[in-house]
């Protein structure tokens, strides 16, 4: 066991960076302060003997946690609904310029990594996946601004990346073994989505799997993704009626959401029930370019 560096992190000033050895550690990571870069050179994450309340603790319910937290100040989240997890409405003061990459995280609680109330958040090249029951979300991140998630692999989890945040780049990731390989949520604007490889959903997913969920959300770009092997769709652009516990209803109450003006275009699907499923009731929601077969008249008119 290696010593702890939680300490080290609380002391760290804007702009530091810490260099973490490869090693096991049992403990969270919590950041909190401006212009931190975490750089874990293997270096795994596993649960503490017991967990510290934080940020992030109970966005999921009561003594919910995440592995890896990165939380601003004065966090106000919406009502928890039951069973979805509580989107954060409003912060007093983001935290800004996190980078975290090259960390390991083994059996990360209900979330993996949750940024919440944050700015230009990056993540990259960590490894996210629980041991066998699906956790939560592996990597979730509700930024008010320029969030990054490129590189990561995730997997075994109920939803692989959750997209909460405005002009959201999440590429090159690898996602495996999870109902959802992304969730953009409602009212999310401007996402994009790009060189991800999906494959493999997990069986025991109720409902089915699905590669990418556009959930009433606007303005998404889905290229250049390999989406394979999902049994309900390889994407889906649904839209959120904001009935009694809905998603819509948490981020906005009493307004329902239409997903509108979102593009899926040159991405590959194979082996997946449905390819491209679009039940929304908005406009300008297109797909083109993809190689594809279901449904037909949308894959040959691509």
């Known amino acids: ?111 993996g990594f949750l940024a919440a109330g944050s700015k230009k958040t990056t993540i990259t090249n960590n490894k996210i996946k629980m041991p066998s029951t699906l956790g939560f979300i592996a990597l979730c991140v509700d930024d008010f601004r320029d969030a990054q998630a490129i590189g990561n692999h995730l997997s075994t989890y109920g939803i692989g990346l959750c997209v909460q945040t405005n002009g959201a780049q999440l590429r090159k990731n690898i996602i495996t073994n999870t109902c959802a390989g992304a969730f953009i949520d409602p009212c999310t604007d401007g ?59 948490s981020t906005r109450p009493g307004q329902a959401a239409i997903a509108s003006n979102n593009v899926v275009k040159n991405n590959v699907f194979q082996n997946n029930t449905f390819d491209i499923f679009v039940g929304s009731t908005g406009t300008g929601n297109v797909a083109t370019r993809n190689q594809c077969t279901s449904p037909p008249d949308l894959c040959a008119a691509n």
């Open 1 to 111: 066991m290696k010593a702890t560096f939680f300490g080290i992190v609380a002391l760290l000033a804007l702009g530091d960076c810490i260099h973490v050895a490869k090693g096991t550690y049992n403990e969270q990571l919590l950041i909190k302060k401006d212009g931190i870069t975490s750089i874990g050179h293997d270096a795994q994450l596993a649960p503490p003997s017991s967990f510290n309340t934080n940020p992030c603790t109970g966005v999921m319910g009561p003594d919910s946690q995440a592995g890896i937290c990165i939380a601003g100040k004065g966090i106000k989240l919406a009502p928890f609904i039951g069973f979805e997890h509580q989107k954060v409405l409003s912060v007093q003061k983001p935290v800004k310029g996190i980078s975290v990459s090259g960390f390991k995280l083994d059996n990360g609680a209900i979330y």
């Open 191 to 249: 996402a994009v989505l790009s060189e991800n490889t999906i494959t493999n959903g997990n069986a025991m997913c109720p409902n089915g799997t699905a590669g990418i969920v556009i959930d009433d959300a606007t303005n998404t770009k889905v290229t250049k993704n390999i989406i394979k092997d999902q049994t309900a769709s390889g994407v889906a652009i649904l839209d959120d009626p904001c009935t009694a516990g809905g998603l819509a209803c």
